[in-house]
């Protein structure tokens, strides 16, 4: 993997993060009418004030995705570094589990959109750095 440069292996994740973790703030919301019906962001589990969405599962994943296809390559990331990764790629799950953080972060609109914000680039200065 080479480094200050997006591999095309990262094209769909990077593309695909902060469209989720985006679903799963409210900020936009995506679903289908037919069969039915789906939404994104309909809540897989529920219980103890937890709340486990499609679209929370799909932003990991597509996180987790990012992190270990720029991490194979033996990466030398500083303490700081690994700081913002963690930072970036855990919110939704604080998000998800931790209903404190779910509220903090959803109650004021403005701060909605800076999380998605710093989520986005986060997650792009992963895939460009490493």
Avoid: C, H, K
């Avoid at 679903?31 to 709340?51: A, C, R, T």
């Avoid at 296809?69 to 033996?74: A, K, L, P």
């Avoid at 701060?111 to 460009?128: E, F, N, P, Q, R």
């Amino acid at each position: 993997m080479a480094r200050n440069e997006l591999d095309v292996i990262d094209y769909v994740p990077v593309a695909l993060y902060p469209v989720f973790v985006g679903i799963m703030l409210a900020i936009f919301e995506f679903s289908v009418s037919i069969f039915g019906g789906f939404d994104l962001n309909q809540v897989l589990y529920s219980g103890s004030g937890i709340e486990v969405t499609l679209a929370g599962a799909l932003a990991l994943a597509s996180g987790g995705a990012i992190v270990a296809t720029n991490e194979i390559d033996g990466s030398d990331y500083e303490t700081w570094e690994y700081g913002a990764i963690l930072a970036v790629f855990l919110f939704p799950l604080g998000v998800m589990l931790i209903p404190a953080v779910g509220t903090a972060i959803m109650t004021y609109e403005l701060v909605t959109v800076a999380v998605w914000l710093i989520a986005t680039v986060g997650s792009v200065w992963v895939a460009y750095t490493e």
